[in-house]
């Protein structure tokens, strides 16, 4: 029997630690406050052909084609592990497998151009047996071939089904990621992921960015320079696109415009009667690779009905000109309502959601932790409400974003490994809050939240982690984007806004900046414990936590050090990390009173999973359900709107935020979202009736958490591993679908005096184990039924022109 969410003090939602769900489209009727020029965007719109295009750029390619014996024509190659027999042979590259992960290396000269990146590669090739196809690159002057085969999870950055037979294939993948065209000194092709195979590789071909756009016409897509994305409208000098529409009242055009060449283009926008528009902006733009935002102000014309053109113009035809994120505004309106009110108060005019990475709740002294790691942090609980209780729906990024994105566990999403890209079919908060309106900003730390992943859908900007400049190394972003949100938000002070600010500060290399770095840990401990750190690295067995330099304990036994004493160290940098992002935390709520928003804007910190410290013998995290990993903060602050000091005991879980942001902002939620508004939790809503959700009634759904993948996904370790924790009247089970040896199906602990899961009840308890697994078994039904067809299959109900518009955005491949 399924339990129905309980709202009374002291009860406990049932949690499931799973993620996924799908999405279903929502519809909203909004006042006309928002107008995005992509979205009015068409072919005819474009005059004056740009006439000759770019000179062609120098092709980055493989070829095996030369005579018998002689190397190929951009540069060496060899066999790498699980390769044999190596050879060129009549045009091609051929040899066989004796692995799962075979690797062939190529090795050429990068382009000089640090700046340009990989937009797609090409390669045609044969192979007789296997299902997949995976390439990665490297910039560094040498490589480990041995480590390369065995980081399969962090090498392959391209890959793509193939089909196996005695035909010659061509294979084009595009890439999600900005990868630069400089870190291609290195290629690594695993031509299958088959053992006893044999291939034939007769070229391999890396389309760059810049050598893309010089093939395609004027148009829309998702365009970024140095690694900063924005809806883009592409044009070539001397282009006019020319819009007709009608202004709101106080309407403002915000834009960035930005070249790929080093050539000068001048950028105008003219508005007015059609063939006698009136110049407001010239911006002449001679550094390519940048950003170069512009506001205009369009008040003259407030309620006419307007042309618009954009106009490019530069010393000879064909030049590149980016129109990013073009967007007419209307300072001051807010979005129509489009739900009914459950609360007296406004909505809120901002929504920023800080999603910290590898934060764990018992760190904070606002949970009660003995160190002061996050002082801002705390005086926030003080003036909004306190969770003492959330879970994700899974234990590493990848995973987890996407579920808090669009309130759909991972089972339904379908994001369960490295290479996965959320389905176009799912609604992700961001394209709610943009369709009714609001100005759309992600802040990505990191590969798996951004365009990777798919999760650029709905955003106007995208700020990936490749424009934070520096050692891409480094974790500690939380400083960077707090000083570029601040004034974002100043610029966007009379317009709604959503933010999705990913600060990774948590993470490792887990050692902070000064001076937070020895708050917790001795610099005169430093050079012991880096020694410590040599020391250990040498008996890591699994390759991808050796390049971590995460220890088990059993690793750490081994090189003879004291486990204590090393995580005790490592504790106290990440603990560091967590001071050091405070400040900037508490740098942005000062930004916001200074700039008198802060009773208006909701500001949600959470977190999108925790870390291991040795509770259960290892370190990071994506490895397992338990609550170190699974248990993260949650505050909910708006002055003079959520309660002061509040706190809820209740569990909750990290897909109930899409419905509660969208019912603070009267928007409709997705009729697909498997979370729950936690509005009446917080004291000024109603209890919850059956059309909670809108027409309708909505079915429960449990807290759940998820460990799922394979040893071929490339997902962080064990991958070979399947868990699922269930949360139900305070209750947690974990059922360890597929284990290693040593492991039980089934665990029992007691969630709420036992968060850390550290003592197994489950012979105790039969009963309860019973219970829960048929829970659990009843929604993994529900999960797999709700599971998002995947792009390919929604391909086929699409028009011509709507697919290339999706494919021009990024959405689908």
Not at 240 to 265: I, K, M, N, Q
Request: charged share 25%.
């Amino acid at each position: 029997m399924r339990h129905a969410p309980r709202w009374t003090a002291g009860a406990v939602w049932p949690v499931l630690s799973i993620l996924a769900l799908t999405g279903a489209g929502c519809r909203h009727e909004s006042a006309p406050i928002t107008i995005r020029l992509v979205d009015l965007f068409r072919p005819e719109l474009v005059l004056g052909g740009a006439g000759a295009k770019s000179a062609p750029l120098p092709r980055t390619e493989w070829r095996f084609d030369a005579p018998a014996g002689a190397k190929p024509v951009a540069g060496r190659w060899e066999e790498g592990p699980g390769v044999a027999g190596l050879t060129v042979r009549d045009g091609r590259l051929a040899g066989r497998t004796t692995s799962t992960a075979p690797v062939v290396h190529l090795v050429g000269t990068p382009p000089r151009d640090g700046n340009d990146t990989i937009e797609e590669l090409e390669i045609r090739i044969r192979v007789s047996s296997g299902a997949n196809l995976f390439v990665g690159c490297s910039g560094q002057e040498h490589v480990d071939l041995a480590e390369i085969a065995a980081q399969a999870a962090n090498s392959w950055f391209f890959t793509t089904p193939i089909i196996a037979g005695d035909e010659l294939r061509p294979y084009v993948v595009r890439i999600a990621r900005g990868i630069p065209l400089s870190r291609t000194r290195h290629i690594f092709i695993r031509p299958t992921d088959a053992a006893g195979a044999r291939f034939e590789i007769e070229s391999l071909r890396l389309v760059s960015r810049r050598e893309h756009l010089a093939s395609v016409p004027s148009g829309i897509s998702w365009q970024g320079l140095s690694e900063l994305y924005r809806e883009t409208i592409v044009a070539r000098t001397p282009e006019t696109v020319r819009f007709s529409l009608t202004l709101p009242a106080r309407p403002r055009l915000d834009l960035a415009v930005g070249t790929l060449e080093d050539e000068p283009v001048t950028f105008r926008v003219a508005v007015g009667d059609p063939g006698t528009e009136s110049v407001l902006l010239e911006r002449t733009v001679s550094t390519p690779h940048r950003w170069d935002p512009a506001e205009v102000d369009l008040s003259p014309y407030a309620g006419r009905s307007v042309s618009l053109a954009l106009s490019l113009s530069g010393g000879k035809p064909g030049l590149l000109g980016l129109w990013g994120a073009a967007i007419v505004r209307s300072l001051g309106a807010m979005p129509r309502a489009a739900a009914p009110a459950r609360t007296a108060a406004d909505p809120p005019q901002g929504i920023v959601l800080v999603w910290v990475d590898t934060l764990r709740r018992d760190h904070l002294d606002v949970y009660g932790y003995g160190r002061e790691t996050g002082p801002a942090v705390r005086r926030m609980a003080a003036e909004g409400t306190l969770f003492r209780d959330e879970v994700v729906q899974a234990t590493w990024t990848k995973v987890s974003t996407p579920s808090v994105l669009t309130s759909l566990y991972p089972s339904t999403h379908g994001v369960r490994d490295f290479s996965d890209r959320l389905p176009n079919s799912a609604v992700t908060l961001a394209e709610v809050y943009r369709q009714a309106g609001y100005a759309t900003l992600s802040m990505s730390s990191g590969l798996f939240t951004g365009r990777f992943t798919n999760l650029h859908k709905g955003f106007e900007e995208v700020q990936e982690n490749g424009s934070i400049k520096g050692d891409l190394r480094t974790s500690k972003t939380a400083r960077v984007y707090v000083d570029r949100l601040l004034p974002w938000l100043e610029a966007h002070r009379e317009v709604p806004f959503f933010v999705f600010l990913h600060v990774q500060d948590p993470h490792d290399p887990y050692r902070p900046y000064p001076p937070y770095d020895t708050l917790w840990a001795d610099q005169a401990g430093e050079a012991e414990h880096e020694r410590q750190a040599t020391a250990v690295r040498k008996v890591i067995a699994d390759p991808l936590m050796k390049g971590f330099l995460m220890p088990t304990r059993d690793d750490l036994l081994e090189a003879r050090l004291d486990p204590r004493a090393y995580i005790d160290y490592e504790r106290g940098w990440y603990d560091g990390s967590i001071r050091g992002m405070d400040v900037e935390i508490a740098r942005l709520l000062e930004g916001l009173r200074n700039m008198k928003l802060d009773r208006r804007t909701l500001v949600v910190y959470t977190a999108d999973h925790g870390e291991e410290f040795l509770e259960h013998g290892k370190m990071f995290h994506g490895q397992t359900t338990y609550g170190e990993l699974s248990n993260v903060p949650l505050i909910l602050w708006r002055p003079g709107t959520i309660a002061a000091g509040a706190v809820v005991e209740q569990t909750v879980q990290a897909i109930d935020l899409m419905p509660t942001l969208l019912e603070m902002s009267r928007l409709p939620v997705p009729a697909a979202a498997q979370g729950h508004s936690l509005l009446p939790l917080l004291g000024s809503a109603p209890r919850p009736s059956s059309a909670a959700h809108g027409p309708g009634a909505r079915t429960a759904w449990p807290a759940v958490i998820e460990k799922a993948s394979t040893r071929e996904g490339g997902g962080p370790p064990p991958r070979d591993v399947a868990s699922y924790a269930i949360i139900v009247d305070s209750w947690k089970l974990i059922h360890n679908a597929q284990r290693p040896p040593g492991r039980p199906e089934y665990e029992l602990y007691d969630h709420r005096r036992d968060p850390l899961d550290a003592k197994d009840v489950a012979a105790d308890h039969p009963d309860v184990v019973e219970r829960l697994g048929r829970e659990l078994q009843a929604w993994q039904r529900k999960t797999a039924a709700a599971r998002l067809r995947p792009d390919s299959q929604l391909r086929q109900g699409l028009g011509k022109e709507e697919l290339e518009r999706l494919r021009s955005l990024g959405y689908i491949q």
